[in-house]
């Protein structure tokens, strides 16, 4: 069953900065930055059954206005001193949930179903295994951390293969926003 959702790909100059917020000194599994994305929407494993023909129909010419997204900040998930996630904060956030609402009506028109939890857009950095990671020092360290806007042209069909370091994911397609 293949595990899918739809993402962001970010500019390499984007992932290289988050890059070098990895600090080796925290017990953590970092995303290579090449691994690095910005979840839209998430689908969970699919039976083989779904064709991608059906994934490309429901997601050919999302129609949206331009968009331009900016990281700024970092944050975790949890307790600062039992992290379970580290992430990168994005906005502005508007945007990126009418996307998300956009591309979740058409696959749902499609007879997909999509992860119905909150929407809270982040790039993660690091995974913590039980206990989490004590962030409160890095995260006091990069409260201001911004870098530029990207421009956002389209979004990306990906597969996520999980392996005991983490996953890797890989992109299937990708779709033009109009």
């Known amino acids: 069953m293949p595990r899918l959702f739809?993402?962001?790909?970010?500019?390499?100059?984007?992932?290289?900065?988050l890059g070098a917020l990895r600090e080796p000194g925290l017990k953590a599994r970092w995303l290579e930055p090449a691994q690095m994305h910005l979840t839209v929407s998430f689908l969970g494993d699919l039976d083989d059954g779904v064709s991608s023909d059906r994934l490309s129909r429901a997601l050919e010419g999302v129609a949206i206005e331009p968009l331009s997204v900016q990281v700024q900040g970092v944050g975790c998930f949890g307790p600062a001193d039992q992290a379970r996630v580290l992430w990168a904060g994005v906005g502005p956030i508007g945007p990126l949930v009418e996307l998300k609402g956009k591309v979740d009506r058409r696959l749902a028109a499609?007879?997909?179903?999509?992860?119905?939890?909150?929407?809270r857009p982040h790039i993660t950095l690091a995974r913590f295994?039980?206990?989490g990671g004590d962030v409160g020092a890095l995260l006091s360290r990069h409260k201001i951390f911004s870098l530029p806007p990207f421009g956002v042209s389209h979004v990306a069909l990906f597969r996520s293969f999980l392996q005991p370091e983490g996953s890797r994911y890989t992109v299937i397609k990708r779709f033009n926003l109009n």
């Open 129 to 131: 295994g039980r206990g």
């Open 110 to 119: 499609a007879g997909l179903s999509t992860d119905n939890r909150a929407y």
């Open 6 to 17: 739809i993402a962001i790909e970010l500019p390499d100059a984007v992932t290289a900065e």
